[in-house]
């Protein structure tokens, strides 16, 4: 970060803490942190008293980077006299907010946005929107390509290099190519935002659990296309599943089940009555739901046909059913059905605990 941009913070902390403390002399001394991230030593002198500020300037991308700095904060030395440490940040969302709340971790952000709780003192300041733009430039590591090298570091039962991850999710799938060069960029974004740490040319995933809240509000956010509605006669939705399995592999259609018809040949949990089918182009079923004898309907449909957001990767980890129906994998049953509007979360739910937790609750120790 070049010196103006430096002092430019400084002067946002200056102001933010005079807004915090009306009425007290406030006193800033520029300083670095081990691995040389810029911090302050902050006096804050009133009329009865005085605090000592021990102020990391936090420039905050993701919940791993921050779970990472209120852990730096807790373990920063003292230093001569009784400090607090505070993580200061450009703004921090209220979703942020609430982490360092819960770990316990005094914050500022420029916005105005302050938690500090000490003998004495109880600041409690939300509310304050963020008063600049989102930065640019960042790295979309949710995108459907990128999300490729998320999905094969979740289920790496080891640390893998660059090259291996190129050479495993390109050997799984003729259509997709990752080449090193790519890798390396995301690998370098992840480690930006903590996500990841290198040993000896090795990449290993840190902070998973909090990774897949990243991207499941990311993914929440992306414009995925209408389904297409379909009505089949059957005597139930979990019925029609082989019927449409065979229809489609008779066709040569590439396919995948997904929500809550496709969790049900996982690991099941409620009933259901559509099912969620991806393909991956539409006209290469119209055949096959011909033969079926589907009908297009508006409402009250059973069989809901789609193209994935994630054109690619939605297919890349699929699994198959012992029925021999194609699913998509775990982590895309839970991020389809995270906010599938009936009883999604709860399956969602139930598939973490059964079958997404070891993979991402696992030990991330260095």
């Known amino acids: 970060m070049a010196t103006a941009s430096i002092d430019d913070e400084y002067q946002s902390l200056k102001h933010v803490l005079r807004e915090i403390f009306p009425g007290a002399a406030v006193e800033l001394s520029p300083s670095q942190l081990r691995g040389h991230a810029s911090a302050a030593e902050v006096d804050v002198r009133f009329a009865n008293g005085s605090l000592h500020l021990r102020v990391m300037l936090q420039h905050a991308f993701s919940r791993a980077q921050l779970i990472d700095a209120a852990e730096l904060a807790r373990l920063a030395p003292a230093g001569e006299g009784s400090s607090i440490p505070v993580i200061a940040s450009a703004y921090l969302s209220p979703a942020s907010q609430q982490l360092l709340r819960d770990a316990n971790a005094a914050f500022i952000d420029y916005a105005g946005n302050a938690w500090l709780v000490v003998p004495g003192i109880h600041i409690d300041r939300r509310g304050f929107a963020n008063p600049g733009k989102e930065e640019r430039g960042q790295r979309d590591l949710f995108s459907d390509k990128a999300s490729l090298v998320l999905r094969t570091l979740l289920v790496a039962r080891s640390p893998m290099g660059v090259r291996e991850i190129a050479s495993s999710v390109s050997s799984k799938d003729e259509r997709i190519r990752l080449t090193p060069g790519y890798v390396s960029k995301m690998i370098g974004e992840l480690e930006r935002r903590g ?30 296309p209408v389904p297409a509605s379909y009505f089949v006669l059957a005597p139930s939705a979990e019925d029609l599943l082989p019927r449409i399995a065979e229809a489609f592999h008779a066709k040569g259609a590439d396919y995948v089940l997904t929500g809550h018809a496709g969790a049900s040949l996982v690991d099941r949990y409620t009933a259901f009555d559509v099912a969620d089918v991806y393909v991956r182009e539409p006209e290469d079923v119209v055949s096959a739901l011909a033969d079926l004898g589907a009908r297009r309907v508006e409402r009250g449909g059973n069989v809901n046909i789609s193209v994935p957001y994630y054109r690619e990767s939605a297919f890349y980890d699929r699994q198959m059913s012992k029925g021999g129906i194609k699913v998509v994998s775990d982590l895309q049953l839970y991020l389809d059905l995270y906010d599938y509007p009936v009883r999604g979360r709860e399956q969602a739910e139930h598939l973490y605990e059964r079958r997404l937790r070891p993979l991402v609750e696992r030990d991330d120790r260095p």
Do not use: F, M
């Not at 990841?196 to 998973?208: P, T």
């Open 195 to 224: 996500y990841v740490s290198r040993s000896a040319e090795k990449i290993k995933l840190r902070h998973a659990d909090e990774l897949l809240r990243d991207w499941t509000s990311a993914y929440r956010g992306r414009r995925r």
